[in-house]
């Protein structure tokens, strides 16, 4: 295990399975559909990666680069949209894919920008779900786990950029995340 993590909380084998599954949830629910997979950059790009190789469906993938401004610990409700997407969604069945999903800003955010282009239908699939974190009205409508509200890194995520890499889902050591935070609540 990396030497500022804490703890384990999702193994990669327990990703893997799970990614495997909503896969074939996704490939029945939009069997004979074209599908267009849009990943939020930058954390959801692990996810996306897995999650598209388990879809049996004609599909694009396209990205939509956004970063939400807050405090260090959540995001204000401003989301700036760094990227737009390449292709046109415009009667396209969408799926927007993202990292985790915690106040709901970004999320929603892009879910209204990605509207503007009328596809033919829209949903949304995280890898995490923190609901007691939830500031908007805002539920996806596919979630690998839901977790507690704790700050967790790895597999695309990260904290002050760093740790993205890791293979599993893992708790950072407090004197790591009160070195990025602070000792704030
Ligand atoms: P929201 O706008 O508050 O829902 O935040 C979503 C974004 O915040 C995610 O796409 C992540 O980039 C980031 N985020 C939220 N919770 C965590 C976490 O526990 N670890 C790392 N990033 C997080
Ligand atoms: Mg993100």
């Known amino acids: 295990m990396h030497p500022e993590i804490d703890r384990v909380l999702i193994t990669a ?26 990943s939020i950059l930058r954390g959801s790009i692990i996810f996306a990666a897995d999650l598209i190789r388990h879809l049996d469906l004609d599909l694009e993938l396209d990205f939509i680069g956004a970063a939400s ?48 282009s009328r596809p033919a239908s829209l949903k949304t699939a995280v890898a995490f779900d923190k609901p007691a974190r939830r500031k908007v009205d805002l539920a996806a409508d596919y ?7 704790v700050f967790i890194v790895g597999y695309g995520m990260d904290l002050a950029q760093k740790y993205r890499n890791l293979p599993y889902i893992g708790v950072p050591k407090k004197e790591v995340l009160d070195r990025i935070f602070g000792n704030r609540p």
Do not use: M
Not at 27 to 36: I, M, N, R
Not at 75 to 86: C, F
Not at 143 to 149: E, N, V
């Open 13 to 38: 084998e327990q990703l893997a399975a799970r990614t495997a599954e909503l896969g074939r949830q996704i490939t029945a629910d939009y069997a004979g559909k074209p599908l267009t997979v849009v």
């Open 69 to 116: 401004y807050g405090d260090d610990t959540e995001s204000s409700g401003h989301v700036d949209i760094r990227k737009h997407l390449d292709g046109k969604v415009h009667d396209r069945h969408v799926l927007l894919v993202d990292d985790i999903l915690d106040t709901g800003y970004t999320l929603q955010a892009v879910c209204e920008l990605v509207r503007i």
């Open 143 to 149: 979630a690998g786990f839901t977790i507690d509200p």
